[in-house]
């Protein structure tokens, strides 16, 4: 491994080597952590890579970070690991805050035994949010998903979203609601969907809701189910039911009008542009390649309202992850979103 | 489309925001060439429209004298949001924002201005679906209520039509004393129902102000201590390095107990004092908060003398730099007697504080700037740990509402080591740390609440009422006598008397 991600020690000294570190560095640092976040990944590089998604976020969320690089197909068993700190100026006279993150490169028994190797350097009585980034395998392993608070993925990763989305379905009933299932993807599209509510708060456009007939979404390659769950999200709240399932799909709203839904393929943002249109109306929100703002526009006869733009987040993975963060919300919503589409997945 | 069927709520607002959303309106701002339009309500407003915060249609008038277009003045706005925003402002997006501002010139005194701002609140309504709903901002001086209230009435603009509703937003000082404060309630209660009355202090728009609610009553370690059965006294404080700063003109009528005691620093003690409120509803929380301002024991005559301190600084040093006395600052008068220092003992007679010391504190040109609240818990008893020679300091929790808002206790310790020696040490919360993002503006959080009908930040008439009235008897007793004004140079921690009163109590005051 060419990348090191911080001072190697051996796993059974991790906090007594933590505690050295503190020690060392003298007064001017200050320990903060309100959360354990573990990173699972089996990706070779991933190591590199998830360190710099949390130095993008350990400024704004103090955590101890658990990073773990697997590979459980590995034969037999080894188990490496470092520790570092993350840390950023507080304020003009204060010192430094810093983040604790222990990172970990494990291979055959060890990547499968992620309680006894990792959970047991978790900072105590702090949640546990676990992001998985590796396909979710059967049998699902009941002890391990009972540990977490709090479980990321990131469905726009996913090969096979109809086998994964069930197995996230048994460990939602493993965990009996206890974990908090957060697909990222569905985070992806909150600020999206939050511009487009907003539309509809203008009482002019408001009854237009029910008259929708045509939805067009623009995705960059890679992100058809970030467009999938926003068509999921609107279903779900407008009571739409799905009728054609194809490649265009068709939707059918409580007076039996049907909506036609298309998406394209475009190079840009992740979604890049959504068009909506009702018997008497148009609405869009747009996002261009480099800019940090969604333009919304609001069109028609007879037709007064005249939204805002809004600021629009940077789509980046750290920026992504301090959304979830902030928000920590139960998203009651998704799974029924997720249902709607699933028969749309693959 | 069949009317009877359109829908009346957002059904895709479900799972966006778990706040109560602002509802469209007009918000008309008067005063809207002043510091308080530029320096906090523009940003403030800015802000929450790229955040998606503002209701879709919303419609700002600015309302004042000079003659101007709305162009040159939404070009000021800019400058001044570009200066004071607390986010970066983006041309496109304070574009976006900026088409829902107008500039309306008119004096306060033009009946005609009024009637011509209802016609283009009218307009404003049909053009951009803001329902009828006006929020009144009144970010003017006290003495201009009286004409732009009369006017606002005499133009119908209060009258909200039905279905709509029409609210005030009123800056403090809500009045100087219980009689011009009645007075000015009655005033704007004669145009505005109580309940759409909304009373600005900006302290309750802080978090860490709105933290001591979920502290006390989201956390079971603290409720149950808190009273007079652990609590030894209590000390809230709030002190700053700067002198009068120009504002010699109000301060010299005001001075430091009307300027702080009876608006910010009696909040707080509400807070930290009140019982459960029996909801979160706005009314539910005030009713306690009101509660504890009748339990104030009242200061009168000679006890005045006993439980509060008034003083008035000197020249001294601050941050080694040399300062003039209060009466040495431009446009104080000379031999002036108002206070800018004020510590009272007082006492809240019910069951829960009975005996327990609440020690306030407020002063200009400190060595230092803070806010604070700091609950002193009894001693342990004098057995095992605690006996003669061994002294143990008493538990302290710290609530700080500014600098570096956060919480943090007090407790022994053993020091390791062979010998049995005990130590202070201090559990540290800070809000920067923990949670990083900078937090909101107070006036982000108190617009939004006024445009979703949610008072529980404002001060309820009742409040500010009670409050004034335990002040106005300490101004009474002032009266009488001019002896007792103490002097303590600048960038020391007060007179010798402020630490005598404490001292009766057994109390040191603190060093924040």
């Known amino acids: 491994m060419s990348f090191i991600p911080g001072i190697p020690v051996p796993i059974g000294g991790i906090e007594k080597a933590l505690g050295k570190l503190w020690e060392e560095s003298g007064e001017s640092k200050t320990r903060a952590s309100l959360i354990n976040l573990a990173i699972y990944s089996e990706a070779d590089d991933s190591l590199e890579k998830n360190q710099a998604v949390i130095q993008g976020i350990a400024g704004e969320h103090a955590m101890r970070s658990l990073l773990i690089q697997a590979n459980p197909e590995a034969p037999g068993s080894s188990a490496e690991a470092w520790i570092s700190m993350n840390c950023y100026l ?14 970990f490169q494990l291979c055959g028994e060890a990547a499968r035994s992620l309680q006894s190797v990792v959970f047991s350097h978790l900072d105590s009585d702090l949640p546990l949010i676990l992001w998985w980034q590796a396909d979710f395998r059967s049998p699902i392993d009941c002890k391990l998903w009972r540990w977490v608070d709090r479980l990321l993925f990131d469905s726009q990763t996913w090969s096979h979203l109809r086998e994964q989305f069930e197995l996230v379905e048994k ?50 390659p890679g992100y058809r189910t970030t467009a999938l769950l926003l068509v999921g999200w609107l279903a779900d709240r407008l009571g739409w039911r799905l009728t054609i399932e194809s490649e265009h799909p068709q939707f059918q709203d409580a007076r039996g009008n049907s909506i036609a839904v298309s998406f394209r393929e475009t190079a840009g943002k992740s979604i890049s542009r959504v068009h909506l249109e009702s018997v008497s109306a148009k609405f869009e929100v747009t996002r261009e390649a480099n800019s940090d703002i969604f333009l919304i526009t609001a069109s028609g006869e007879h037709f007064g309202c005249a939204p805002r733009s809004l600021r629009a987040p940077r789509e980046e993975t750290s920026e992504l992850l301090l959304l979830e963060l902030s928000r920590s919300s139960q998203h009651a919503l998704y799974r029924n979103a997720a249902t709607i589409i699933k028969p749309l997945w693959e | 489309m069949n009317p009877a069927n359109l829908l009346t709520v957002n059904p895709l607002r479900e799972g966006i925001t778990n706040r109560l959303a602002p509802e469209p309106c007009t918000l008309v701002i008067f005063g809207a060439t002043g510091d308080l339009t530029h320096r906090k309500l523009i940003p403030a407003l800015y802000n929450l429209a790229a955040e998606g915060a503002l209701p879709p249609a919303i419609n700002i008038i600015g309302f004042a004298r000079r003659e101007k277009s709305s162009d040159e003045f939404r070009a000021e706005l800019e400058a001044s949001a570009r200066k004071f925003s607390r986010t970066a402002l983006n041309e496109d997006l304070w574009k976006s924002f900026a088409a829902s501002i107008t500039y309306h010139q008119s004096s306060f005194d033009d009946l005609e201005g009024y009637k011509s701002l209802a016609t283009a609140m009218e307009e404003a309504d049909q053009q951009h679906g803001t329902r009828g709903n006006r929020l009144y901002y009144l970010a003017v001086a006290p003495d201009q209520f009286p004409v732009i209230l009369a006017n606002v009435r005499e133009s119908g603009l209060s009258s909200a039509k039905e279905g709509s509703w029409s609210r005030v937003i009123v800056e403090k000082p809500f009045g100087t004393d219980l009689k011009s404060a009645q007075a000015l309630n009655t005033l704007v209660n004669e145009v505005f129902a109580e309940s759409d009355t909304y009373r600005i202090d900006h302290y309750l728009g ?36 700067l002198g009068v700063e120009g504002r010699a003109g109000y301060y010299d009528k005001s001075g430091a107990m009307r300027d702080m005691v009876q608006n910010h620093l009696l909040q707080l003690l509400t807070l930290t004092a009140m019982e459960p409120p029996t909801s979160l509803g706005a009314d539910a929380i005030r009713d306690e908060k009101v509660k504890v301002l009748r339990s104030l024991r009242p200061l009168k005559g000679d006890d005045v003398f006993k439980h509060v301190v008034r003083a008035q600084y000197t020249a001294g040093l601050i941050n080694g730099q040399p300062v003039p006395g209060y009466r040495e600052a431009e446009g104080v008068p000379q031999g002036s007697t108002t206070e800018t220092y004020v510590a009272l003992q007082v006492n809240i007679d019910n069951w829960r504080w009975a005996g327990v010391p609440f020690f306030i504190r407020t002063a200009k040109r400190m060595p230092k700037g803070g806010s604070e609240i700091a609950i002193t818990f009894k001693s342990v008893p004098k057995v095992l740990f605690n006996q003669k020679d061994e002294n143990l300091e008493q538990n302290v929790l710290v609530i700080r509402i500014q600098p570096d808002e956060g919480i943090s206790l007090r407790m022994s310790a053993k020091r390791p080591g062979s010998s049995l020696r005990i130590e202070q040490v201090k559990m540290d919360f800070h809000y920067g740390t923990s949670f990083g993002k900078a937090t909101p503006e107070a006036y982000e959080r108190l617009l939004l609440d006024a445009m979703s009908g949610d008072a529980t930040l404002f001060a309820r008439r009742d409040e500010v009422e009670e409050a004034w009235a335990f002040v106005d008897a300490i101004e009474e007793a002032w009266k009488t006598r001019s002896d007792d004004l103490a002097f303590h140079s600048a960038g020391s921690w007060g007179p010798s008397e402020a630490t005598a009163l404490a001292a009766r109590h057994g109390v040191i005051w603190r060093r924040i």
């Open chain 1, 90 to 103: 507080r304020g003009a006279k204060g010192g430094e805050v810093c983040s604790e993150q222990v990172s």
């Open chain 1, 171 to 220: 460990i939602a009933s493993i965990t009996e609601a206890r974990t908090i299932l957060c697909d990222l993807n569905w985070t992806r599209s909150f600020p999206l969907r939050q511009a487009i509510a907003g539309i509809f708060d203008a009482s002019c456009a408001l009854p237009e809701l029910q008259f929708l007939k045509t939805l067009q979404i623009d995705h960059a």
């Open chain 2, 206 to 241: 802080k978090e860490t102000a709105q933290n001591i609610m979920v502290m006390r009553f989201a956390n079971s370690i603290f409720e149950s201590l808190w009273n007079s059965n652990h609590i030894d006294h209590v000390q809230i404080t709030a002190v700053e390095p």
